[in-house]
């Protein structure tokens, strides 16, 4: 039995290592190609495909797999894809915007890729503050850390057409009403009965907020 652990540890160490470095490298590829226009349509494509793989790499390092983490992943998806549904289709929570056609294939009108990230994000925020012990601070820092990844997304959002603002102006009700929704799921993370522990999450957030942050300055904004 000690010899199977300690042969399982060194190969588990080998994947984590080779995850970290994929993700690094989709990321520093990413930028790269967005920020020169005459490959920005190609890697504006693959958007999609690099959310999936995302969502991919944090289920092969999730441990937490019990009867719970599917439900809170179904609610997660279906609670953020039908807060943008409310927000397309009436202006409430979030303001007046549409989608444009980066995300990939929409159903009503809202790209159905959003409600997977919108479970990265809360999975890989809520990760990250999963020791802080009171449910609702945990789930208040959660909030925030997402709404300042928004404050990031959104200008990068705008100029790759993900989105668009009516008169191009990004409401102060779109920060709050992300806010919202964001601590609404993170205390639904925290109820959850599951291991939230991961050991890609620490870097796959920071990629992700160091890409929206490096965009901000290689692109027209």
């Known amino acids: 039995m000690h010899k199977v652990l300690t042969e399982e540890i060194p190969e588990r160490n080998t994947k984590l290592l080779i995850a970290k470095i994929v993700v690094i490298a989709l990321h520093v590829v990413g930028i790269i190609g967005l920020s020169i226009p005459e490959y920005r349509d190609l890697f504006l494509r693959l958007t999609p495909l690099q959310l999936l793989t995302s969502l991919f790499l944090i289920l092969a390092f999730h441990r937490g797999w019990s009867d719970v983490f599917p439900i809170f992943a179904a609610a997660a998806f279906w609670i953020g894809f039908g807060s943008e549904l409310i927000g397309i289709h009436t202006g409430y929570l ?114 992700m907020i160091l890409f929206f942050a490096a965009l901000n300055f290689t692109l027209t904004i």
């Open 94 to 207: 979030y303001g007046d915007y549409v989608y444009g056609p980066t995300l990939g294939p929409q159903l009503w009108e809202v790209p159905i890729i959003i409600g997977v990230n919108w479970f990265i994000l809360v999975y890989l925020t809520g990760t990250i503050f999963h020791k802080v012990p009171n449910d609702y601070y945990a789930a208040l820092l959660g909030a925030t850390a997402m709404t300042a990844i928004d404050y990031i997304m959104e200008p990068v959002a705008v100029a790759l057409d993900m989105w668009y603002w009516k008169f191009e102006i990004i409401p102060l009700s779109n920060y709050a009403g992300w806010f919202g929704v964001a601590f609404l799921i993170h205390l639904i993370f925290r109820k959850a009965k599951f291991q939230k522990g991961n050991e890609l999450a620490n870097i796959l957030l920071l990629c």
